[in-house]
C-alpha cells in the first residue's frame, strides 16, 4: 500500500458510494439540514449532487467529513 494512502480513511471509497450510504442513513432532509446545499433540498438526486460536488471542492470537504463521521 503506498504510504500517503495508509492514513487517509476515504481511500478507495467513491463519492457516489459515499452519497448513497449518506442518503440511505440519514435521507435527503436530513442531510440537507446537516449540509446546508441546495442540491440537497431542492429537488435533490444523486446524479445532481455528483456533478455539484465534482465541481465544488469545500462542499465535497463537508461531504466527505460527514461520510467518516456517520459511516465509518
Do not use: Q
Not at 455539484?52 to 465509518?72: G, N
Request: charged residues 25%.
Amino acid at each position: 500500500m503506498n504510504p500517503e494512502h495508509s492514513n487517509n480513511p476515504l481511500h478507495g471509497i467513491k463519492l457516489v458510494d459515499m452519497l448513497d450510504s449518506l442518503v440511505e442513513k440519514l435521507g435527503w432532509e436530513e442531510l440537507s439540514n446537516r449540509i446546508n446545499i441546495n442540491c440537497f433540498f431542492s429537488n435533490p438526486s444523486i446524479k445532481s449532487c455528483l456533478t455539484f460536488l465534482r465541481k465544488t471542492p469545500w462542499a465535497r470537504s463537508k461531504v466527505e467529513k460527514l461520510y467518516i463521521k456517520e459511516c465509518l
